[in-house]
């Protein structure tokens, strides 16, 4: 199973909207609606921000929102602010018992 | 309090073995579906198990039969068995609860593993 595909950094300045874009195939992304999106922050746990592909955990600020089209799903950034600043994984289920992860992006604020 | 405490990482040899807990609090460990996924220094998130509530088990193919995951409902506890270790499995183990929908919530602090002669 091969990882799905992020870019590896985005930047922004404070206040902007940033999309980070994950590109799977038909047999995961493109067929299941589980994708999740993960921030950590260096040397800290991944932490849940979006699943079932656009849902907010509760406590998760509403400037995370995602989306999907076809086998892309996208974790969009709205206000951007400096706490933001981490790494961003993106993962889904991709049938017959498998997980499949992001290559995961780094978001830098400017 | 919903929580997941890793332990047993440390410095292991090639070939040997090692044997990771995971301690849950505020929910049980057998009626949710339990994962394990690591991070190699500076890389990326890599799903290596899952423990279905009916006690089904399915590994990554990088680890399939050399690991196995486990659990103790007495003592509300996930393990996961790592036998013939080899450099490319040193890695930040993290457990985490399957949140009903193939999402990881919550997540362990994690446990070094480390490979090495």
């Known amino acids: 199973q091969s990882a799905l595909t992020q870019p590896a950094s985005v930047s922004g300045s404070p206040g902007q909207s940033i999309t980070i874009s994950c590109t799977g195939t038909?047999?995961?992304?493109?067929?299941?609606?589980?994708v999740s999106w993960y921030q950590q922050h260096p040397g800290k746990a991944p932490k849940l921000m979006i699943y079932e592909d656009s849902k907010r955990p509760s406590g998760v600020s509403n400037r995370f929102s995602g989306s999907k089209s076809g086998s892309t799903a996208s974790l969009t950034i709205s206000g951007l602010q400096t706490e933001d600043e981490a790494d961003y994984y993106c993962c889904s289920y991709a049938g017959s018992r498998n997980y499949v992860f992001g290559t995961g992006t780094k978001v830098t604020v400017l | 309090e919903v929580q997941l405490v890793e332990s047993g990482g440390g410095l292991i040899q090639p070939g040997g073995s090692l044997r990771l807990s995971c301690a849950a609090s505020g929910f049980t460990v057998f009626s949710n579906y339990m994962h394990w996924v690591r991070q190699a220094p500076g890389k990326g998130l890599e799903w290596v198990s899952v423990?279905?509530?009916?006690?089904?088990?399915y590994y990554a193919d990088s680890v399939k039969g050399r690991f196995t995951i486990s659990r103790d409902n007495s003592k509300n506890t996930l393990y996961l068995q790592m036998n013939s270790l080899r450099a490319d499995d040193t890695a930040v183990y993290y457990c985490?609860?399957?949140?009903?929908?193939?999402?990881?919530?919550?997540w362990g602090q994690g446990t070094l593993v480390t490979v090495s002669s």
């Open positions: 038909s047999s995961d992304v493109g067929i299941y609606n589980l």
């Open positions: 423990l279905y509530g009916g006690g089904d088990t």
């Open positions: 985490a609860r399957d949140g009903g929908s193939s999402e990881f919530d919550p």
